[in-house]
């Protein structure tokens, strides 16, 4: 007996990128948790079940962040007026240290996933620090909330500070047990994504090794790529022998066809963008990030023009935000500077950003981030009459006010596969 569920409302999404498709008054049937139909009339065969009335609300597809660092949430706003290498050195490799002690570990990784729920957020890509147990923890504080994410422990054999080290050795045994219990948990929901942190931190033979292991167990990857000029000097000093930074990962077989997130790729050269079409790679866009640790812009008209896939990632702790509102409404205004800088450019519309952080991003996790038949119905109830102010809005500009002036306490009810998920962890965590 298939579980059937329909709701009433006003649904928003973008099935194509650069257009709303606005389903006022409409019904959306669910049958075991996906999308079947989008109808105005309610067929007579399904006249008995009980309807959900969120007609005075919209709803939007739930956000998929490709790109956070969990065990950076306490980071978030500090040391912003650093460039990203001294960032690293004094901010982020510090902190990542503490994560060695479970308890600090459980309390900020409690908060972290708190953090996506309460943002909107039901999906992630997500990095964690080398540590083993406190990875493990990670993925077991995932599943208990429900929401859906891909997790990696970092790799790391090169270029680190004390107290933050592991040998090519521990890093890959590590990995290859954290895979292992990942596969043996069965979880749909949660999954091992292999993290090297980036082509400076982890050695040539970890990479091949690394590369081994995503062949094996045919995993996805997730790692940085030519987001700071300063980074993508020390790659080439490094690697001297490869032509490019992306070709480092991908001569080691870590840009597996249609698995991979490189997140900023600010300065990909016309070859690396090529090999980043072939192999489908997405991009992941952090403005926000980009812009407070002077990385740069993102060309992204030149990138959608050339058929590259992006989507959105917070970046936290390089931006200091989670809200995925808010890394839509920064793509914007980035690239409208971007544009006055490269007028042959035009700047990212609404649409096409709202697509970054729903659909396209949501492409990496399954059938997340529209409203279509087949998708998982992973939605957002947004109750925005305190954005109303008096006026009759359209659908499309109440839509509009919300990513710019609202916040995560206009999301009233978060969806995942049609049901209704909780806030995770109770009173367990302080907000
Ligand atoms: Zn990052």
Request: charged share 25%; with cysteine.
């Amino acid at each position: 007996m298939p579980d059937i569920s329909i709701l009433h409302g006003n649904f928003i999404c973008t099935p194509t990128p650069g257009q709303f498709k606005i389903d006022e008054d409409t019904f959306c049937i669910l049958e075991n948790g996906n999308i079947q139909d989008m109808t105005k009339t309610l067929p007579a065969s399904l006249s008995s079940f009980p309807v959900i009335d969120l007609r005075p609300y919209i709803v939007i597809p739930a956000f998929s962040d490709v790109h956070v660092h969990a065990p950076h949430l306490p980071n978030a706003g500090i040391g912003l007026d650093e460039e990203l290498l001294p960032w690293l050195n004094h901010y982020t490799f510090p902190l990542e240290t503490k994560f060695a002690e479970m308890a600090f570990a459980e309390r900020v990784y409690k908060m972290f996933i708190r953090k996506l729920w309460q943002c909107g957020t039901l999906h992630a890509s997500v990095f964690a620090t080398l540590h083993k147990k406190p990875t493990e923890l990670l993925f077991s504080l995932f599943r208990e909330a429900g929401l859906g994410a891909f997790i990696g422990k970092v790799n790391m054999d090169r270029n680190s500070i004390p107290g933050l080290t592991e040998t090519t050795e521990e890093s890959v045994a590590a990995t290859e047990e954290l895979i292992a219990e990942s596969i043996s948990s069965a979880s749909d929901r949660v999954r091992y994504i292999m993290t090297p942190r980036f082509v400076p931190s982890t050695t040539e033979r970890l990479m091949r090794k690394l590369g081994d292991l995503v062949e094996k167990y045919n995993l996805p990857v997730q790692s940085h790529l030519d987001e700071n000029r300063n980074e993508v000097a020390w790659v080439k000093e490094l690697h001297p022998q490869f032509q490019n930074y992306a070709d480092v990962y991908d001569a080691f077989g870590l840009m597996p066809e249609g698995r991979t997130i490189m997140a900023h790729c600010i300065y990909l050269s016309d070859h690396e963008q090529e090999l980043l079409r072939e192999k489908k790679v997405l991009a992941a866009h952090c403005a926000m990030s980009n812009a407070d640790l002077s990385s740069g812009i993102m060309p992204v008209r030149t990138y959608t023009q050339a058929g590259l896939r992006i989507a959105l990632g917070s970046d936290v702790g390089g931006a200091e935000v989670f809200a995925m509102m808010r890394h839509i409404t920064e793509t914007i205004r980035v690239s409208k500077l971007y544009w006055v800088q490269h007028p042959e450019s035009s700047p990212v519309t609404v649409p096409e950003a709202f697509y970054m952080a729903t659909k396209a991003s949501g492409t990496f996790f399954g059938k997340t981030g529209s409203f279509e038949p087949g998708y998982g119905f992973d939605a957002l109830v947004i109750d925005d009459r305190s954005l109303d102010c008096g006026c009759s809005f359209s659908l499309n500009e109440r839509l509009e006010r919300f990513l710019y002036t609202g916040d995560d306490r206009q999301i009233t009810v978060r969806y995942f596969k049609g049901k209704e998920v909780p806030e995770p962890f109770g009173t367990d965590v302080t907000r």
